[in-house]
DNA sequence: TCCTAAATAT
DNA sequence: GATATTTAGG
């Protein structure tokens, strides 16, 4: 669940308050997040309504959720389930590592019967290069840290090209249905693209063994959507995608991660879980962002 | 505007 | 070298 790096700050400074707290308070999973959308995105998306309404309360939402988070790094007696305390290199630029706080998970049985979590990217932005108070303009973009297209966040963007239709199944469409928060339409595309090249080259060794080359393509079940799934001159009707009803956004706060040591997931785990969802699994968070280096471009 | 391919960066 | 980001052309 939500990671949050910045309690390193207050690192083990109130954990008895905490445990008090706790008690009466439900848990992350049970909290509605304040950016709960009205209208579901698939309809939005069909009606061409924005599904974000790009609220100004971003800033009430990152600070329930890294109280949250203080709590959530600070409990865990009762659990099996060992939260650690991390703490991160900061100093190195090329290191990073993984957090993955494990969260029980226990209605995923019926995979999307019932309550999706929520999912959201947490970016985390290290060094602020802040405005020198120059035009004026709110312009100042952050630099996103690295995504990382876990097999989560992987699955819902094959559920969504899937269902659009390889046709219609452009970054801004994809990225509006998945509705991940944080997730911009760059990082879409960028998949997107690496996605159709590896669909390019199933397609040619359809006779292929084993040795598919992207650990997490393979995982995933490419749907036999080379078709068009909308009428043309129709209305985008939403199909009836497997994700359930309020797929609000995807919960999802993990930093860093070594570089170059993605591949290292645990195969025979992806054969096993390739369709049912990964929340529960040992995946506990979906996606990922790693370390960016304060280096400017 | 935005999609896609290519270049670049990590 | 693989992945993700950024740039450039349409």
């Known amino acids: 669940m939500g990671e949050e790096v910045n309690m390193s700050e207050y690192g083990g400074v109130d954990d008895d308050r905490v445990s008090d707290w706790e008690l009466g308070l439900p848990s992350a999973d049970d909290l509605t997040p304040l950016s709960h959308p009205l209208i579901s995105p698939e309809l939005a998306s069909a009606f061409s309504i924005s599904p974000e309404p790009r609220r100004s309360m971003t800033d009430v939402n990152r600070a ?135 669909l390019k080259r199933m397609q040619g060794l359809s006779n292929e063994g084993p040795s598919s080359s992207d650990p997490l393509f393979s995982s995933t079940p490419v749907p036999q959507s080379l078709n068009e799934a909308r009428g043309s001159g129709h209305m985008p009707m939403p199909m009836p995608i497997q994700m359930t009803h309020p797929p609000q956004m995807m919960h999802m706060a993990v930093m860093g991660m070594a570089r170059g040591s993605y591949q290292g997931y645990d195969s025979s785990s992806y054969n096993m879980l390739q369709q049912r969802d990964w929340s529960g699994s040992k995946f506990g968070s979906v996606a990922s962002y790693q370390h960016v280096t304060p280096n400017d471009k």
């Open 64 to 198: 329930s959720r890294n109280t949250l988070s203080s709590i959530r790094g600070e409990l865990s007696p009762s659990d099996g389930v060992a939260f650690k305390s991390f703490d991160e290199e900061r100093g190195k630029d090329k290191d990073g590592m993984v957090v993955e706080g494990e969260e029980s998970d226990p209605d995923v049985a019926g995979d999307g019967s019932g309550s999706r979590k929520v999912r959201r990217i947490d970016e985390n932005c290290d060094e602020e290069m802040e405005n020198g108070n120059d035009g004026g303009s709110a312009r100042t973009q952050v630099k996103r840290a690295r995504l990382v297209w876990t097999p989560q966040l992987h699955k819902r963007f094959v559920d969504v090209v899937a269902h659009l239709g390889i046709k219609s199944a452009v970054p801004k469409t994809i990225m509006q249905l998945m509705n991940v928060e944080g997730l911009t339409r760059e990082n879409v595309a960028s998949h997107l693209q690496k996605y159709r090249l590896y």
